[in-house]
C-alpha cells in the first residue's frame, strides 16, 4: 500500500466525522425543529434539544475548517517538532487563533435560539404556558387582550425584536473588534 496510500485513508477519515452535521444542514432546520420538537414534545428540556441540534451542525463544520486552516501553518509544526502535547498546541496555539470565529457564532446563534424557541412557544411546542416566554406572549390567551391592550403583545414582540437585533449587533462588533484582517493601521 505504501505511505501515499496511508496518507489518503487519514484524509478520509475526518472527512466522515462531518457526515452527521452535512445531513442536518442538507435539510431545512427550522422543519427538523418543529419535527423533534413535536416528536419530544413541548418542555424547557424538550425545547433545548431540539434547537441545540441544529446549533451544532452549521457551526462545527465552520470551526473545523479554521482549526484545519491553523493547523497546516509553520508554528505548529514547529511546535509539535520541539515536543508540545496535543493539548497545549490546542490550548496554546489553535484556540486563540479560532476563538474570535467561535465568539462570532455563538452571538448570532444565540438570536437564532431566541427567534426559534419563540416560534416554537408561539405555536404550542415550546415551552409550557405556566413559564413566560416571547412566544407565548404574543399567542394563546394574550390574542385576547389585543384590542383592548394592545401594548402587551407589541411589547413581547418588540422586546423579542430588539434582543435578537441586539446579538446580531454584538456579533457584528466583536468580528470587527476580533477580526485581525478589518483592523485598520
Known sequence: MGLHGVCAVDRAVPE???L???VLMAF???VLILLIAAVLGPGERNTIIAIAIFLVAGPSRVIRGQVLT?????YIEAARSIGCSYPRVLLRHVLPNVFDVIVVIVSINIAFAIITEAALS???LGIPPPNPDW????SGTETAYLVKAPW???????LLAVTVFAFNMLGDALRD???PRLRQL
Open 16 to 18: 466522515q466525522r462531518q
Open 20 to 22: 452527521i452535521s452535512d
Open 28 to 30: 431545512p432546520s427550522f
Open 70 to 74: 491553523v493547523k497546516a501553518n509553520m
Open 122 to 124: 408561539f405555536i404550542g
Open 135 to 138: 412566544g407565548g406572549m404574543v
Open 152 to 158: 402587551i403583545i407589541a411589547s413581547a414582540g418588540g
Open 177 to 179: 473588534i476580533l477580526d
